[in-house]
């Protein structure tokens, strides 16, 4: 099993910035790949950006530019640094990792969501 849990969502004018954290535990040497999703109210999830095991890096392209995944080396922690943040990234945030193991199918494991508000 693996275990998330997201911090540093919050109330931000448009234009500041955040930083979400996701805590990794559990058994995190099978994961594959991390990933920060989104969902907005009346819309479905979405993904904004994703780390790969060897380090390469995708987004969303609404948010490229402007938000960068990273992680620390030990790979127990996935932050999303958000810079210039607009209304329309007014979200919950779910930190996501993928888990694969020889002979299974993948796993997902999901955090709780931290709410992002971004105002006008």
């Known amino acids: 099993q693996v275990q998330l849990v997201e911090s540093g969502g919050g109330l931000v004018q448009a234009g500041g910035s955040l930083t979400l954290s996701c805590t990794v535990s559990g058994r995190i040497n099978n994961i594959n790949s991390m990933a920060w999703h989104r969902q907005a109210p009346g819309k479905q999830r979405e993904l904004v950006a994703v780390?790969?095991?060897?380090?390469?890096?995708r987004y969303a392209d609404s948010v490229k530019g402007r938000f960068t995944i990273s992680r620390t080396s030990a790979k127990d922690t996935v932050y999303l640094q958000m810079n210039n943040l607009k209304p329309e990234d007014t979200a919950v945030y779910y930190c996501n990792a993928v888990e694969l193991r020889i002979g299974e199918p993948k796993t997902d494991y999901w955090g709780q969501g931290t709410q992002v508000t971004v105002s006008s």
């Open positions: 780390i790969a095991s060897g380090g390469s890096t």
